[in-house]
Nanobody
Framework: VQLQAFGGGLVQAGGSLRLSCAAS????????MGWFRRAPGKEREFLAA????????YYADSVKGRFTISRGNAKNTAYLQMNSVKPEDTAVYYC????????????????????WGQGTQVTVSS
């Protein structure tokens, strides 16, 4: 399975950006897709996740109300709509998926995800 994240770029504070993630390769059977980011000097942090079957979504407190995760019609595409961005949102953004069923309550755990996209840079100017 290969994941490719794209849509990053330079945006002014208060603006919006939409990231996309496409999965390809062998049959994509993951039950969830997540978005993470890594800012300079910091660890990779969870942002949002969505379950394919139910559409249930999960968010980190730092982005709740500003970012929205959604899925495409095909079970291999997910999006992260970023609104009201702040300079502290500057980071490399990654999409990720597991190769097993992630149980309830573990959606935010980085170690539960096995496949990672290459990352896309988001830079927010003040």
């Amino acid at each position: 399975v290969q994941l490719q994240a794209f849509g990053g770029g330079l945006v002014q504070a208060g603006g919006s950006l939409r990231l996309s993630c496409a999965a390809s390769g062998r049959t994509f059977s993951s039950n969830i897709m997540g978005w993470f980011r890594r800012a300079p000097g910091k660890e990779r942090e969870f942002l949002a996740a969505i379950r394919w079957s139910s559409g249930a979504t999960y968010y980190a407190d730092s982005v709740k109300g500003r970012f929205t995760i959604s899925r495409g019609n095909a079970k291999n595409t997910a999006y992260l709509q970023m609104n009201s961005v702040k300079p502290e949102d500057t980071a490399v953004y990654y999409c990720a998926a597991p190769d097993h069923i992630i149980g309830w309550g573990k959606e935010r755990l980085r170690n539960e995800y096995d496949y990672w996209g290459q990352g896309t840079q988001v830079t927010v100017s003040s």
